[in-house]
């Protein structure tokens, strides 16, 4: 009975929908996250031909026919890409892009690495780096015994090492942005890889135009509305539900034949 297979395929899209709804709930509070939405799409349907009879066809072609769906199936899962809300914190290397753009990272073995998670730091040396020691791109070495750093909003790193002493350009921190950025591929830890789908990057000082601008002792939080996130939850519960309810039916009716 196609009715078994129909909603046993729904009840598998329902609950990978489940699991990118619960993704997104434990990811609410993760800096830069970008809330992920579930596609669907129908399978291929089958065809049925009448037989031929010479009493009732009246020709070869039928304006109706007879076709019969055959399931779902999770199509993609999308990334959306809108910006969350600005949280002020203490921390004066904290950094958030107000507008298009991502920070780049180095990764060990090489490669550059994009984030929105502006959660940065100073390591032993005093280079600017993530919460996992990743440098940032280009290089920003903070001396040893400044006392005052400053990020304006074109990523110009200033510093005074002295009191009432005039600031010192130690660098420019640079963003990157793409023609496709729903394209780039998830590493986890925040990170995004570019990919053919999303082009190469496209690297310029923060505000200029087509590049957001940097807003020191801010964090981008994600952008997941809870509310939604809930709603969409019981949405594919219900669904969950009446498919496994479609599977009952279909058992009972093939009960007799038994």
């Known amino acids: 009975m196609k009715a078994l297979r129909i909603a046993a395929s729904g009840m598998m899209a329902q609950q990978r929908n ?19 939405r579930t596609e669907f799409s129908d399978l291929i349907y ?21 076709k019969s769906g055959q399931g779902v199936r999770m199509s993609s899962v999308y990334r959306v890409s809108e910006q969350g ?9 904290d950094l958030a892009i107000q507008g298009e753009g991502y920070f780049q990272v180095l990764l060990p073995n ?21 919460h996992d020691g990743f440098a940032i791109q280009p290089g920003i070495i903070v001396p040893q015994g400044a006392i005052d750093v400053t990020i ?23 963003i990157a942005t793409f023609a496709n950025q729903g394209g780039l591929e998830a590493l986890g830890d925040n990170l995004f890889r570019g990919t053919q ?17 940097l807003m020191q002792g801010y964090l981008e939080s994600s952008n997941v509305d809870p509310i ?7 949405s594919a519960q219900r669904a969950y539900e009446m498919n496994s309810k479609v599977v009952q039916a279909a058992d009972q009716m093939m009960g007799p034949a038994r």
């Open 197 to 213: 789908a999303s082009g190469p990057a496209t690297i310029d000082s923060p505000s200029r135009v087509g590049y957001g601008s």
């Open 18 to 36: 489940t699991e990118v709804v619960a993704n997104n709930l434990a990811n609410m509070n993760t800096s830069g996250y970008q809330r992920r």
């Open 152 to 174: 304006n909003a074109s990523g110009e790193v200033l510093v005074s090492e002295e009191v009432g002493g005039e600031p010192t350009n130690i660098g420019t921190i640079q």
């Open 110 to 130: 090489g490669d550059t690495a994009f984030t929105r998670d502006g959660a940065f730091q100073l390591n032993a040396t005093g280079q600017l780096v993530t």
């Open 228 to 234: 939604s996130e809930i709603a969409a939850l019981i």
């Open 85 to 93: 809300s600005l949280k002020a914190t203490s921390n004066s290397f």
């Open 46 to 66: 089958d065809k049925a031909e009448r037989k031929p009879s010479r009493s009732s066809r009246a020709s070869k072609l039928f304006p109706g026919g007879i």
